[in-house]
C-alpha cells in the first residue's frame, strides 16, 4: 500500500525559505517519479516540479530559479526545498507518485508566506 506523508509547511515571511520533505512507503521508490503539486484556495492544483527516476527535474516557469527538487532513495523521501518565498506561493503543497497511471496523494502541508 502506497502512503505519502508531507512536512516542513508553516508560516514564513516573505523573502523567506522552507523545506518540504515527503516520506513515501509501497516499495520501489526509486522507480517512480515524483512531483509537487499546490492548490491555493480557489484555485486549481497545480504542478509545482517534478522529479524522474533518472533524477531528471520540472519546474512551472513561476517557481524556477527559487525551488528544487531532490530526492534521495535510500531514505524514501523527495524533498522541496523553496527560497525566495513570495507571498502568491501561499497554499496546501501535496506530494504525488505515479504507478501505471495511478495517482496516489499526500495529506498535504500548508506554506502560508505573510509578513
Known amino acids: 500500500q502506497v502512503q505519502l506523508v508531507e512536512s516542513g509547511g508553516g508560516l514564513v515571511q516573505p523573502g523567506g525559505s522552507l523545506r518540504l520533505s515527503c516520506a513515501a512507503s509501497?516499495?520501489?521508490?526509486?522507480?517512480?517519479?515524483m512531483g509537487w503539486y499546490r492548490q491555493a484556495p480557489g484555485k486549481e492544483r497545480e504542478l509545482v516540479a517534478s522529479?524522474?527516476?533518472?533524477?531528471?527535474?520540472n519546474y512551472v516557469d513561476s517557481v524556477k530559479g527559487r525551488f528544487t527538487i531532490s530526492r534521495d532513495n535510500a531514505k524514501n523521501t523527495v524533498y522541496l526545498q523553496m527560497n525566495s518565498l513570495k507571498p502568491e506561493d501561499t497554499a496546501a503543497y501535496y506530494c504525488?507518485?505515479?504507478?501505471?497511471?495511478?495517482?496516489?496523494w499526500g495529506q498535504g502541508t500548508q506554506v502560508t508566506v505573510s509578513s
Open positions: 504525488n507518485q505515479k504507478r501505471f497511471g495511478i495517482d496516489y
Open positions: 509501497g516499495g520501489f521508490f526509486s522507480i517512480y517519479s
Open positions: 522529479i524522474s527516476a533518472s533524477d531528471s527535474t
